[in-house]
């Protein structure tokens, strides 16, 4: 079983609001990820959490804040978020940082 | 990360073999060649990776040149469902750290009927 659930599947939020992602596996993996979309672009990466210690961070605004409360949960908190951050957020995780990530369905963001 | 370089669009027919190329002349000795696709609006969805043996598997079969500047990912009989932007990514292992995907633009395949 190779599958990361995410939800919500869909979220639009004003910018003002404050609201979280959530992501959970559950196959023992130590590593997990948080990924950005735009619209017809490949994804990048924004922080990774390794054995639930933040490890990289892709210099993301403060306004994103990420969360790994345990080894199969991690979220994304979102705070005054703009317009142009709406995307698609996907989540992914490993077995250890440098095994093949899998990746949840993602959550499509719309900011107003 | 190495860069790879994917033409931008290919199309296939229903049933024939679908053979998708990538170039990263650049790849270093202890780094990966990992294919993933993304069907529209879903998550990448891992294939295959190899180093430098050609491998195998029950979705697609992954050949590298014997220099590791170039790979091949073949789709043996390509269905309606096999359309998707198919991403070849290098990745170095080995370093004790987690790391990063670096996606590149990727290789829009259709596959039509």
């Known amino acids: 079983d190779t599958e990361v659930t995410q939800t919500p599947k869909h979220l639009v939020m004003g910018m003002t609001n404050k609201k979280s992602l959530k992501c959970e596996q559950h196959m023992g993996h130590r590593a997990m990820y948080w990924y950005k979309q735009k619209a017809k672009k490949p994804p990048e990466l924004m922080f990774v959490?390794?054995?639930?210690?933040?490890?990289i961070n892709e210099s993301v605004p403060s306004r994103f804040s990420p969360e790994c409360p345990n080894s199969s949960l991690l979220n994304l908190h979102l705070h005054a978020l703009q317009p142009e951050d709406s995307a698609l957020y996907l989540c992914?995780?490993?077995?250890?940082?440098?095994?093949?990530?899998?990746f949840g369905p993602g959550t499509r963001l719309t900011v107003l | 990360d190495a860069k790879t370089t994917q033409p931008t669009s290919m199309d296939c027919a229903e049933g024939r073999a679908a053979n998708l190329p990538c170039n990263h002349s650049?790849?270093?000795?202890?780094?990966?060649v990992y294919w993933y696709r993304q069907i529209h609006s879903q998550g990448p969805q891992y294939i295959i990776h190899?180093?430098?043996n050609n491998e195998t598997n029950e979705m697609a079969s992954l050949i590298i040149t014997e220099d590791r500047k170039s790979s091949t990912l073949i789709l043996p009989h390509a269905t309606l469902r096999d359309t998707a932007v198919y991403y070849c990514i290098v990745r170095v292992a080995n370093t004790g750290t987690a790391s990063k995907l670096t996606f590149g633009t990727g290789t829009r395949l259709q596959v039509t009927l």
């Open positions: 650049t790849i270093s000795g202890n780094e990966y």
């Open positions: 992914a995780s490993s077995l250890g940082g440098e095994d093949t990530q899998y």
């Open positions: 959490y390794s054995y639930e210690k933040l490890s």
């Open positions: 190899g180093l430098k």
